[in-house]
Antibody, heavy 121, light 111 residues
Framework: QVQLVESGGGVVQPGRSLRLSCAAS????????MHWVRQAPGKGLEWLAF????????YYADSVRGRFTISRDNSRNILYLQMDSLRAEDTSVYYC??????????????WGQGTLVTVSS | QSELTQPPSVSGAPGQRVTISCTGS?????????VHWYQQLPGAAPQLLLY???HRPSGVPDRFSGSKSGTSASLAITGLQAEDEADYYC???????????FGGGTKLTVL
């Protein structure tokens, strides 16, 4: 079955960097686009970034464009989110999600359990 | 304005029917993009509830249904059960943002 496992979260000081990983299994990773979504404590879901199956297309939310970079390693079935210049408002649980089909605008069909990032001095 | 607006909360007694609205604009729902709905149980990750406006993934009861018209969409839940108590989010694509968009979420309370 489809499994997504995020890792790399933790406590980081403002201005520092962190890289999140999402290990995928149970499906052909290289065939699906992937998203990162976050949720601040007690708040709603915020879409962050999308990467197409072959890395051709990458899209970002305004709130993270220029600071966060989405990438993937299809040989290792891993999705990444490089987060630079972190701010207190980036404190959230970060989820990776796989789209339902090969269509880029498909629904977010599978989600990981999330990894918590806390930005604090 | 690129946003999807949901009521913060709705409630209903067991067995009743509730609806959750999701109001967008001409750059998202009104542009014809599909609306998807997610359920987030307390302390858990979100899970897909409806896709493509009104399609249920395998395992989702037919008590859940969706509709879309103009710049809005709705999620309807009939025969409310205690286990339906959760947060619900709508999601669509926005062409002015060139990215996905979530509604603010609606907390469903089963009385």
């Amino acid at each position: 079955q489809v499994q997504l496992v995020e890792s790399g979260g933790g406590v980081v000081q403002p201005g520092r960097s962190l890289r999140l990983s999402c290990a995928a299994s149970g499906f052909t990773f290289s065939s699906y686009g992937m998203h990162w979504v976050r949720q601040a404590p007690g708040k709603g879901l915020e879409w962050l970034a999308f990467i197409s199956s072959d890395e051709t297309n990458k899209y970002y939310a305004d709130s993270v464009r220029g600071r966060f970079t989405i990438s993937r390693d299809n040989s290792r079935n891993i999705l990444y989110l490089q987060m630079d210049s972190l701010r207190a408002e980036d404190t959230s649980v970060y989820y990776c999600a796989r789209i339902r089909s090969s269509w880029e605008l498909a629904a977010f069909a599978y989600w990981g359990q999330g990894t918590l990032v806390t930005v604090s001095s | 304005q690129s946003e999807l607006t949901q009521p913060p909360s709705v409630s209903g007694a067991p067995g009743q029917r509730v609806t959750i609205s999701c109001t967008g604009s001409s750059s998202n729902i009104g542009a014809g993009y599909d609306v998807h709905w997610y359920q987030q149980l307390p302390g858990a990750a979100p899970q897909l509830l409806l896709y493509g406006n009104n399609h249920r993934p395998s395992g989702v009861p037919d008590r859940f249904s969706g509709s879309k018209s103009g710049t809005s969409a709705s999620l309807a839940i009939t025969g409310l059960q205690a286990e339906d108590e959760a947060d619900y989010y709508c999601q669509s694509y926005d062409n002015s943002l060139s990215g996905s968009l979530f509604g603010g979420g609606t907390k469903l309370t089963v009385l």
